[in-house]
Structures are given as C-alpha cells and as structure tokens.
C-alpha cells in the first residue's frame, strides 16, 4: 500500500467533514463516557436505531458511577432490542475497573482504554482519538471500505495482519490538533458518502481525486470479500409452558449464545405431539391442554435457529422456572428478539379450558 497516498488523505477528509459531519447525539459534548457507550451501541447497529436508546441510556445512568451500580436486570432490559448482551454486561464490568482502578475517572492513555473489558482496538482507538485527542485509529468495516477502495488493492482487509498495517499508515498522518475528527472523517464517509454493498456516491466524495476504485472502475467491487461458511441450523422445539396468567421461563447457560438470558424453556430437534408430552411427563409437567403454536426462525452471524412452538397450558407451576406475568414480560425483563415472537404468541392464544 502506497504511504503517501495516506499522507494525503486528511486535508480533504477534514474539509468535507466540517461541511458535512451529521449532528449526532455522541458528538455533541464527546466525553470518553458519551463515545464508550455510543460505540459500543454502533456495533452491530444502525445510527437511527442506536439514538433513542443511547438518549435513555444516558438518562438512566449519566455517569461511570451510576453504570458500576446498575443492577443487571434494568441494564439488559435498557439494552433489549439491540443485541449481543454481552456488551451491555462488559460495559458494567468496565465501570467497574474504572471505579475501582481509576477512582472514576475514564483512563486517558490508549493502553489502559483498550485494557478495559469489551473493549477492543477500534473502540480505544475511537476514545482516544475523539476525546482525548491522540492520534489513535479506529478501523472498522467501513474504514477499511473506504481504505480498499482509495488504495484499490484486492487483498483480504479482514485478516488481522492487515488491519494493523491499515491502522499504523493511518497513526503515522494523523492531523495534530484534529486527531478525533480526523477519525470520525473517516468513519463518516464510509456511513454516508463511501456506501457498502456496491453503491458508493463517488460524485459526493471529497477522495473522488486521489481514489484508484473510482479510477480504475472496480471501487463497486472492493473491498473483496473471503468466502462466507454457510450458517449452522438448527433445529429447536419451544414450550410456551402456561400456568394461570402466567408464563414460564428459564436462564440459558452462562456459556454461549445469548448466555444467561432469559428464554422460553426448549430443546434440540423437532419433536412430534407424542414426544412433547413424553418429554413433558418426564420432566414433571403436569399438562391440561397442549396444542401447536407458531413457527419462527432467528439468524445470528453463524447460526440459525428453525424455531417450532408448542402452547402447553400446565396443572400447576414447576418450580424449575420463572412464572412471569405479561406485564413483567413487557417492563422488567430482558428478552432476546430471537424469542419475541413467541412472547407475543403466548399470549395472544386462548386462554386455559
Ligand atoms: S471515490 Fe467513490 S469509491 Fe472512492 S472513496 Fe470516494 S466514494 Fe469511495
């Protein structure tokens, strides 16, 4: 990869950005706080989708303090609909190293951000580079789109190695003075102007000068892509166990997807109506009705869940699970979306003959 090609980036990227940076909740007032919790929440999700829960987030816990004491189930229910909870749950873990190692207060020196739980290169970098100032990097998918695309080279961006020669070209002509928005250039660009998915709007593009993709005409192709595994699928049979106006529901294990949430109760394999209520009877489950519910399927990054329901209306709670009430279900606790679509079919069935 071309250095000077590099040192030539931030003059324009600084210039489009102060006539075109979006107004955005985080970069009003960018506290190392503001920009933790906000990048955090961009991973995986869409700015419009992330604005109104980092608003609520930040109502409810202003400060690192305020983080370090949330009790877990209002932060994932604060966090229900985005996703990956376990970054929610290293956000906690990370206030409290801050507390505790800091006193309080938000590390300053790259080493020591990066060091904090759930935090990686791209996130300490965005925190150092956008409060503090330092010329830290922060290279994300978009970054390295608009990077394969400037320099037009074909190799594979998503091996580490690369990443990191990407990253220390970028730190060698970082702006003194202007290092946080010099970063967010970047990654601004390759949200709005520098787009995925073939589409990029070259017309608009302050690097439409300097850019090999444009010239040689292969930008729509970049950066190339390894070939993607086929998603393992699995098979699951839900119970949505009834009890009164109650419905049960069960922790998954501490280990793996979407571990130690709550869930309705499941298992591998699609059973038949007699294997159901085997299994049912095995497990102590006294049942009154039993009846089909609805089919689901939830995508995760490599694995799918092929989701079959069974409405099972029971003679009494088991105490293997958590009966809650719709209402607990709708404000208290924290469900994955992978199961939404039951915790609306539960309830929305006939009541109890
Ligand atoms: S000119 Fe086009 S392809 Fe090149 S960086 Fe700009 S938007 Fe991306």
Do not use: E
């Given at each position: 990869m071309n250095s000077d090609l590099f040192a030539l980036l931030p003059a324009p990227l600084l210039a489009w950005y102060d006539l075109h940076a979006r107004v955005l909740p985080w970069r009003e007032n960018p506290t190392p706080y503001r920009v933790w919790i906000s990048e955090i929440m961009l991973q995986q999700t869409r700015v419009e989708a992330v604005k109104p829960y980092f608003e609520r987030f930040l109502a409810r816990f202003p400060s690192v303090d305020a983080l370090a004491e949330a009790p877990e189930e209002v932060l994932l229910k604060l966090w229900e609909?985005?996703?990956?909870?376990s970054r929610a749950r290293n956000l906690r873990k990370a206030a409290l190293v801050i507390r505790e190692r800091f006193g309080g207060v938000f590390p300053e020196r790259y080493e020591e951000i990066r060091a904090l739980p759930g935090i990686g290169d791209y996130t300490a970098g965005a925190i150092a580079s956008i409060s503090f100032g330092q010329p830290c990097p922060a290279v994300d998918g978009n970054v390295l789109r608009v990077i394969a695309r400037v320099t037009g080279t074909r190799a594979d961006l998503s091996k580490p190695a690369l990443r990191r020669e990407i990253g220390n070209r970028l730190k060698a002509v970082y702006p003194p003075g202007r290092c946080g928005d010099f970063t967010q250039s970047l990654m601004e660009l390759g949200a709005t102007?520098?787009?995925?998915?073939?589409?990029?709007k070259c017309g608009e593009c302050p690097l439409a000068g300097l850019c090999a993709g444009l010239r040689t005409g292969c930008a729509r192709d970049l950066p190339v892509r390894p070939e993607k595994k086929a998603r393992r699928v699995v098979n699951l049979t839900v119970f949505l166990l009834r009890c009164g106006d109650c419905v049960a529901l069960r922790r998954r294990p501490e280990k793996g997807v979407l571990a130690g949430l709550w869930e309705f109760p499941n298992m591998e394999g699609k059973l038949s109506e007699s294997a159901v209520r085997e299994h049912l009877k095995a497990s102590g489950i006294r049942v009154l009705r039993l009846s089909r519910s609805i089919c689901a399927r939830h995508v995760f990054t490599h694995l799918e869940w092929e989701m079959g329901a069974w409405r099972i209306d029971c003679a009494e709670p088991h105490s293997a699970f958590r009966w809650v009430t719709r209402d607990a279900l709708r404000g208290e606790i924290a469900l994955p979306s992978a199961w939404k679509a039951f915790s609306r079919a539960v309830f929305s069935d006939p009541p109890s003959a």
């Open positions: 609909g985005l996703g990956y909870y102007v520098c787009l995925p998915n073939g589409a990029p």
